[in-house]
């Protein structure tokens, strides 16, 4: 009898951009167990409930296992071989008859945790030439990262560590495991919390203060509360002095927005609003920590971003500890190939595409449905599940449907697979090297670590380098693609860190980080004033107020389409909760995940749902001008009155993207209004 082999592997888990270090047992080719990594600075020997699932995913009788081919509507194996022949064949052809930008990209949300799906995504699209590659950046955070770039010079980040917590929108007990561990941690040394939340959250009932509001309304409390400080000259004045440009133009710009003109519009008390200001203003080192997407799905985002930046500034908290930080760069190779032409929605949101020269390579995801199939025929998604996660899961389907070609890389067959034209078995993350790396969204403690592989991949499931460069060979250009295997390529990611890709491997779960300076001297912020931009110039020269302001949501109580909507839609909606037990539309098949969070919670509180005849876990159906879903009503005190918040991620009848519209944009930066919008809601009969 063979001997058995045992083995322990160094990961980062990738079923949330967290990356979560681990230590995965391995015992003849197959994982048996996976820890947190104790040395980790992020999750220090912990795993949530999703990492731990980890060997379930991976093992889970659903995954692919060899590319299937759609043929008279049935699913038919065909051969990589075949596969790849066919699709360069028809991405060619498109090519020669239409131009290369007719072929668009999609990578979800693992592109962001999963450099290796990202990078060779782009790489294979500067490769055949396309301009149109969407992503979850033109709908999540990045407008707070461009919002902060153009305050600051650079993304400056929230710490993990501040002793006061202004949780806006954020939920960390269900969306950031890392940082609800620190809060915990930090708690019980003295430091607070606040909440700014439609729903009180669990941490709520330790917090300091708790502020219900109504969603899509944030940016008109930010502005009052800069109103206080600035009125009550709770400001830092000589952080101001020093380091910003403009305060003399915010003080008159900012006396219209008073703590009484938005208690009317955010139901937030006048009163609460000057005690949060002052506590704010009067706390060293705290720390607004906005919701990691919440605050830019508004139709006041990039406004909403920008006067919360301002609020962390006029606090002087901003490169002091507790405050935001302008964190330290890792390096490591993007793989990015020059980019030829303009994105969709470059010309329509030029600030999200460009400014002060530095552009960024998303097309607006909104504009998808009406550019096929003028501008977009065929589409490449890998690690997405766009026809449920992305605005007007309607408007997006029928688009889709449109496509001459739909190819979609996944682990499993998703929503959007079943509308592919082929649809081909992904490695999972256990099974492929990568780069393990903190993106730095919502913490400033970047590392990188390898990911060591554990298993081989199953049945004929490639690693994302095979796919592409497979495909890439197909089409005619494999050289761009030059890598024997995946070590190689990883090795090659790293080199740009300054770390050996040996040594790393040898100091097993070992990581590397930057170390960041608090110390502004002789580091002007990289703007063009060199300051902190309080009034912004590339605000004003792409024609919108260089001063924050308020837009209310489009389809709102207080909004432009009440008259026309109103009637039929009287509730308050915002889409997106997260719940710990899935990511998006992943881990929904898993049993473990499915008895702790078995069906989709449409959340309300008691007096709306009484005026709508609807008890605790009754079977709702809640609609929007756009469409319906099913959900069990989640009826509890919690949830402010007149306000349904439903999650996202669920397939089919609970697709809350089947409520939401892509023409309800946010003005700046083309982003989908999704917190703050109007529904109705009623019992299933
Ligand atoms: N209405 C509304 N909609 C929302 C939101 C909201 O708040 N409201 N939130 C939005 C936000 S912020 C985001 S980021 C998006 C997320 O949107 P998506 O990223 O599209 O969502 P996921 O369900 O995470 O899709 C990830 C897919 O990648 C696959 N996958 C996992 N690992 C691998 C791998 O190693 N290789 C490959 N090839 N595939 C892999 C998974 O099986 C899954 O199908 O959802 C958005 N949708
Ligand atoms: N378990 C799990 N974790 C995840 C994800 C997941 O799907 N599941 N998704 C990941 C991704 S892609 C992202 S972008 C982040 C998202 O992270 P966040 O944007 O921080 O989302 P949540 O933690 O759900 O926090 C949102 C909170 O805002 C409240 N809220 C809703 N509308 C409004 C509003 O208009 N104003 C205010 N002030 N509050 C409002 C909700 O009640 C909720 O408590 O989470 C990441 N982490
Ligand atoms: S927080 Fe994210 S990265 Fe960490 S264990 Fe959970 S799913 Fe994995
Ligand atoms: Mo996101």
């Known amino acids: 009898m063979a001997e058995s082999t045992k083995k322990t592997v160094y990961s980062a888990c990738a079923l949330c951009y967290h990356s979560c270090g681990t230590e995965v047992d391995v015992e003849d080719d197959k994982v048996v167990a996976i820890r947190g990594l104790q040395s980790h600075p992020l999750n220090k ?87 149109n590659f969407f992503s979850v950046e033109s709908i999540c955070f990045r407008m707070r990262v461009r919002a902060r770039q153009m305050t600051f010079g650079r993304y400056v980040v929230e710490e993990m560590d501040s002793p006061l917590y202004i949780l806006w929108g954020h939920n960390p007990a269900a969306s950031d495991f890392p940082l609800a561990m620190a809060i915990a941690e930090n708690m019980k040394k003295g430091s607070k919390v606040v909440v700014i939340d439609p729903r009180r959250i669990s941490i709520a009932n330790k917090a300091e203060m708790y502020l219900a509001i109504r969603p899509g309304t944030d940016g008109a409390l930010a502005l009052a509360m800069i109103h206080v400080m600035i009125n009550e000259k709770l400001y830092d004045a000589e952080f101001v002095e020093r380091w910003t440009y403009g305060f003399d133009k915010l003080v008159p710009h900012i006396q219209r927005y008073t703590p009484e003109w938005a208690e009317a519009i955010t139901e937030v008390k006048a009163d609460d609003i000057r005690a949060l200001a002052r506590l704010f203003a009067g706390t060293r080192g705290a720390s607004i920590y906005h919701g990691t997407c919440t605050q830019d799905q508004c139709a006041n985002g990039s406004q909403t971003d920008r006067a919360m930046a301002i609020l962390q500034t006029l606090t002087g908290n901003i490169n002091v500890p507790g405050g935001w930080v302008a964190g330290p760069r890792l390096n490591f190779s993007d793989l990015m190939l020059p980019i030829p032409g303009l994105p969709l929605g470059a010309d329509e949101y030029p600030l999200f595409h460009q400014f002060w020269g530095r552009t960024s390579p998303y097309g607006v995801m909104n504009m998808v449905p009406e550019a096929i199939p003028d501008k977009l025929k065929a589409f490449i998604v890998s690690g997405g599940n ?57 913490h400033c403690l970047p590392y990188l670590m390898l990911r060591e592989p554990a298993v081989e991949p199953m049945g004929e499931c490639k690693t994302t380098l095979e796919f592409y460069a497979g495909l890439a060979e197909a089409c005619g250009f494999g050289e761009l693609f030059p890598w024997r295997d995946d070590q190689e390529l990883v090795a090659h990611e790293v080199a740009p860190s300054g770390c050996d890709f040996d040594a790393l491997l040898q100091s097993k779960g070992g ?175």
């Not at 299937?68 to 038919?76: E, F, P, R, S, T």
């Not at 998703?414 to 492929?432: D, F, I, K, R």
Request: proline residues 7%; glycine residues 8%.
């Open 386 to 442: 766009p026809l449920v996660t992305m605005p007007d899961s309607n408007a997006l389907q029928e688009a889709f449907d449109r496509l001459e070609l739909l190819v979609v890389y996944d682990l499993f067959m998703t929503e959007t697979a079943q509308h592919a034209h082929y649809v081909l078995p992904s490695a999972h993350y256990l099974e492929s090297w990568g780069l393990g790396y903190n993106y730095n969204v919502c």
């Open 45 to 131: 020997g912990k795993l949530c409930p999703k990492g731990r699932a980890a060997i379930e995913h991976l093992y889970h009788p659903d995954r692919l296992k060899y590319p299937l081919k759609k043929v008279d509507g049935q699913w038919q194996r065909v051969s990589w071989e075949q596969a790849f022949s066919e699709i360069a064949e028809k991405l060619n052809r498109l090519k020669e008859e239409f131009g290369a930008s007719v072929l668009g990209f999609f990578c979800g949300s693992i592109g962001v945790e999963n450099n290796e799906i990202v990078s060779l995504t782009h790489r294979f699209q500067g490769a055949f030439g396309t301009p």
């Open 511 to 685: 990581m590397t980080f930057q170390e960041k300076s608090y110390d502004l001297k002789g580091r002007p912020f990289p703007t063009p004033s060199g300051k902190i931009e309080i009034y912004s110039h590339a605000f004003e020269e792409a024609g919108f107020d260089p001063l924050p302001t308020y837009l209310e949501p489009f389809k709102s109580p207080q909004g432009p389409r009440w008259g026309e909507l109103g009637a039929a839609y009287p509730l308050v909606l915002s889409t997106g909760t997260r719940v710990l037990h899935y990511n998006g539309t992943q881990l929904h098949n898993l049993a473990s995940m499915q008895k702790s969070e078995p069906f989709p919670r449409a959340e309300l509180g008691p007096q709306t749902a009484a005026s709508f005849g609807i008890a605790h876990q009754d079977d709702v159906i809640v609609e929007t001008d756009r469409g319906w879903v099913k959900m069990k009503a989640d009826v509890s005190e919690k949830t402010m009155e007149g306000v349904v918040l439903v999650p996202h991620g669920w397939e089919g009848e609970a697709n809350c993207n089947r409520l939401t519209d892509a023409q309800c944009r946010e003005p700046i930066m083309g982003y989908p209004q999704w917190k703050g919008l109007l529904c109705n809601i009623k019992k299933v009969n």
